[in-house]
């Protein structure tokens, strides 16, 4: 029986090199499937050499450390997804896209989500299928799309409305992250500089009070008070903010948190009808890609019940659903909750009535992509005079809580 010296992936991603022996190739690479290692070079050789070969390579073996941090991005997957979408339209079989496509991959991790991808595809399987047993790098959302491309004969048509659809949704996510980013690191700064002046420079200062026969102003001593009290118990104080979210995060995991955080949230001034029009265009953007993949409506809704982010909506979209299922068109169902502007329900009732609902969707989308940028634009501009405001605050109060004492001492001093 001849021996083969390979190389693979293990289902981490991790590279795998070994000697086994086999009566051919296609044998080993069954029996290395079997011990979750994907084939991905050979070589046949004496079991002498490659048994060297082996202990060589287990010698010299080092940890990269870049494969711990090694996973697989929504980006990683929109670009995918337009490249397989392309080399469809180009003529290129599945199989073979597939292959190209885990060659170009860079991250270990999604190769060899791809190379698993490829053998079941070969083997048979549906790409929708083979895509399901990842959830994590493909969501429910994605699968679907996927199955109905398929069943439809339209996969490449589908896979770019995918790509559309993914770059769409991380564009909104990074602009979210990029408005949010400025008034967190002010908070952390504001936070940071007031803990410093009541660490280490306050308790220097106010030291010089203790011998006062004077009664200190009620600002003075409140300062005094917490300063002992986050020098001297900074570790309960730690401990506490720890207890507390913890505990709030437990709450909200439960169904009347959840209830209950959602409902508030949608009532806040600002952050309320930003977190409305978010889940507003990805609702219409969603089942408007769904539709025009060739999703059922109902199945549409069920799926994008699951990525609004808020129980209200969800529940709102669960109870037009069944509405739905009883004959009643989606409009009248969405604006009897109250959760949808009028804007909205009227837009989806007339592509009801004309059957295009999948455009009318779209140009909500569209819409509410631009009423979401200004939003998020009118929540910065919000958020950082508020920042600098509580940093002005917070720095004026130690001031002049330790000027006030010293001009007293200074008066006193001249008298």
Same mark, same amino acid.
């Given at each position: *029986? ?8 293990? $289902? ?14 296609? !044998? ?22 490659? !048994? ?25 997957? !929109? ?17 073979? !896209?597939? $292959? ?28 929708? +299928? ?48 990029? $408005? *949010? ?20 420079i306050v308790p220097k200062i106010t030291g010089m009070f203790e011998? *006062? ?5 009620w600002n003075t001593k409140l300062l005094i008070w917490m300063s ?33 955080? +959602? ?153």
């Open positions: *029986m001849p021996a083969y010296a390979y190389t693979g992936l293990s $289902a981490k991603g991790k590279n795998v090199k070994g000697v086994a022996t086999a009566d051919n190739v296609a !044998a080993l690479k069954a029996s290395l499937r079997r011990d979750g290692i994907y084939l991905t070079a050979v070589n046949e050789t004496t079991a002498a050499a490659g !048994a060297a070969a082996s202990a060589s390579g287990g010698a010299d073996r080092e940890i990269d450390l870049a494969k711990l941090f090694d996973r697989v991005t929504p980006k990683m997957v !929109a670009s995918m997804t337009q490249l397989l979408g392309t080399l469809l339209q180009a003529g290129v079989t599945l199989p073979e !896209a597939l $292959a190209a496509l885990t060659d170009q991959v860079e991250s270990q991790r999604f190769k060899t989500v791809l190379t698993d991808i490829s053998e079941k595809v070969n083997q048979g399987s549906s790409l929708a +299928d083979s895509m399901a047993a990842y959830p994590k790098v493909f969501p429910q959302l994605y699968v679907n799309m996927i199955r109905a491309g398929e069943a439809s004969g339209a996969l490449e048509t589908v896979l770019f409305r995918l790509s559309e659809f993914l770059e769409k949704q991380l564009e909104i996510k990074n602009k979210i992250n990029s $408005a *949010m980013l400025y008034p967190v690191v002010l908070a952390i700064l504001g936070a940071a500089i007031i803990t410093l002046l009541m660490v280490g011998d *006062m026969s004077a009664e200190l102003p002992d009290t986050i020098s001297g118990y900074w570790w309960a104080i730690l401990l506490l903010i720890w207890f507390l979210g913890w505990a709030f995060a437990r709450w909200r995991r439960t169904e009347a948190g959840r209830w209950a955080g +959602d409902a508030m949230v949608l009532r806040l001034p600002v952050v309320g009808e930003l977190v409305r029009k978010i889940a507003i265009s990805r609702f219409s953007l969603t089942l408007s890609t769904l539709l025009s993949s060739g999703v059922q409506l109902l199945h549409a809704l069920d799926i994008v019940r699951t990525l609004l982010g808020n129980v209200v909506l969800e529940d709102v979209i669960a109870k037009a659903r069944d509405s739905i299922r009883e004959g009643e068109n989606i409009a009248p169902a969405l604006k009897r909750s109250g959760q949808f502007p009028p804007l909205v329900t009227h837009m989806i009732a007339v592509g009801e009535r004309s059957g295009q609902l999948e455009q009318m969707l779209g140009d909500v989308a569209r819409t509410y992509d631009r009423e979401t940028n200004t939003s998020i634009q009118r929540l910065t501009g919000l958020l950082e005079p508020l920042m600098i405001v509580f940093m002005g605050v917070g720095v004026g109060f130690v001031v002049a809580s330790i000027m006030q004492p010293i001009m007293m001492l200074t008066e006193m001093a001249g008298s």
